[in-house]
């Protein structure tokens, strides 16, 4: 359970970190910079960054993959920390924005989306009540799935939209 304290440092940095660009879904083609975030404490996180990586950089695409881990989870709110975030984001200007993050890390999901200048963001689970993402995938029946299938599902939609 969530303690009030930690809803409102949460509620405070969604707050202070909301970009202001707003989004849309648009074809793959029109995205130049793609920053895609993974567990990177799951034990396929090498195999997901290295098909991701495959994927973007053989269609010409930047790419960023950010891993948040548990040394790179702030406790207290429960987002990514500044200094991983920002080594891994060298200037913030992604046109895409990719979240393959499980329930696990999901405020750290969430306020990654909300923080993005990204002109699309897609996501694989809902964050509540207020809507984060332009796509969402989902397990049928809300089942679990790895970060593979859900990149790969992501994929799937992405290769369909015109």
């Known amino acids: 359970m969530t303690s009030p304290l930690r809803l409102l440092i949460q509620h405070i940095m969604v707050r202070r970190n909301a970009s ?18 993974i567990d990177g404490d799951a034990y396929d996180a090498a195999r997901v960054a290295a098909n991701v990586e495959d994927f973007f950089i ?8 950010l891993a948040a881990s548990r040394a790179s989870i702030n406790i ?3 987002s990514v920390r500044k200094k991983f975030r920002l080594a891994a ?6 046109d895409l924005f990719i979240s393959l993050i499980p329930r696990r890390y999901a405020f750290a999901s969430k306020f990654e989306a909300i923080a993005s200048p990204a002109k699309c963001k897609i996501g ?3 964050t509540g009540q207020k809507q984060v993402f332009d796509l969402t995938v989902t397990a049928p029946d809300n089942a679990e ?15 369909h939209i015109q």
């Open 145 to 159: 799935f790895g970060q593979l299938e859900a990149f790969w599902a992501v994929v799937d939609l992405l290769d």
């Open 124 to 126: 694989c689970s809902t």
């Open 89 to 94: 984001r060298e200037d913030g200007d992604e």
């Open 58 to 65: 053989s269609r010409g695409k930047e790419l960023t993959v």
């Open 76 to 78: 207290f709110s429960g």
């Open 20 to 37: 202001t660009i707003p989004t849309c879904i648009r074809p793959l083609e029109e995205f130049k910079r793609i920053l895609v975030l």
